[in-house]
Each structure stands twice: as structure tokens, then as C-alpha cells.
Nanobody, 128 residues
């Protein structure tokens, strides 16, 4: 099992930026599908972005494309989500997750049920 710890959340004004990090530890495989999800109060958890850590191929939810960038720092076993041009509707708890089957990144990248390991989340609040 992989332990995931998110950091980098906070409060920003609309139009601002935040960088979220997810540090992975434990039994780390050479290749995963890793994703960022978010959940706002009263709403379902939704996928934001996902990356195949081996192939580096990334997928984004349409509303985030061009504003968010998912990347990885293999040396530090860290997943990163760079968020620009933030909007109030981006306010949510953000989670990182890992799926052992990296192919998930290509056929179900935003299906939370496909991910086995989850972090505790980091809160992002965007004010207008």
C-alpha cells in the first residue's frame, strides 16, 4: 500500500495560483496511474487530472484544461498539481490518489472507484 500526504492548499483570491503536492511513501511501484480529485461540500468527488507515472501521459477534466498542470518529481516521489487562474468554483478539498494499474489513466482516469490509495486531502478556498 502507498501512503499519500497532500500539502499546499490555502486561501487565494480569484485569478490566483496554488501548487499542491502529494508525497508518496511505502510500497511504491515503478508505474502508477496517479490522480488529483476534489470534493466540494454537498457535491460528489470529481477527477481533476491524472498522469501515468511511467508514460508521463496526462489527462485533464475539460474545465481544468489550460489552467491546471499535473506533473511528477520522481526523485522525491511527489505528485504536483499546479493551478492557475483559480475561480471560486475551484474551492474544494483536493485529494491525490494512486491506482496500481496504470492503464486506468487511459480508460477511466476520473473514476474514483478505480483508485486504491488516497491521501487525507488539502483544502483550497478561492474568494471572489
Amino acid at each position: 500500500q502507498v501512503q499519500l500526504v497532500e500539502s499546499g492548499g490555502g486561501s487565494v483570491q480569484a485569478g490566483g495560483s496554488l501548487n499542491l503536492s502529494c508525497a508518496a511513501s511505502g510500497h511504491i511501484y515503478s508505474r502508477y496511474c496517479m490522480g488529483w480529485f476534489r470534493q466540494a461540500p454537498g457535491k460528489e468527488r470529481e477527477g481533476v487530472a491524472a498522469i501515468d507515472t511511467g508514460g508521463r501521459s496526462a489527462n485533464y477534466r475539460a474545465s481544468m484544461k489550460g489552467r491546471f498542470t499535473i506533473s511528477q518529481d520522481n526523485a522525491k516521489n511527489t505528485l504536483i498539481l499546479q493551478m492557475n487562474s483559480l475561480k471560486p468554483e475551484d474551492s474544494a478539498m483536493y485529494y491525490c490518489a494512486a491506482a496500481i494499474e496504470y492503464a486506468i489513466c487511459y480508460y477511466e482516469p476520473f473514476s474514483a472507484a478505480e483508485y486504491r490509495d488516497w491521501g487525507q486531502g488539502t483544502q483550497v478556498t478561492v474568494s471572489s
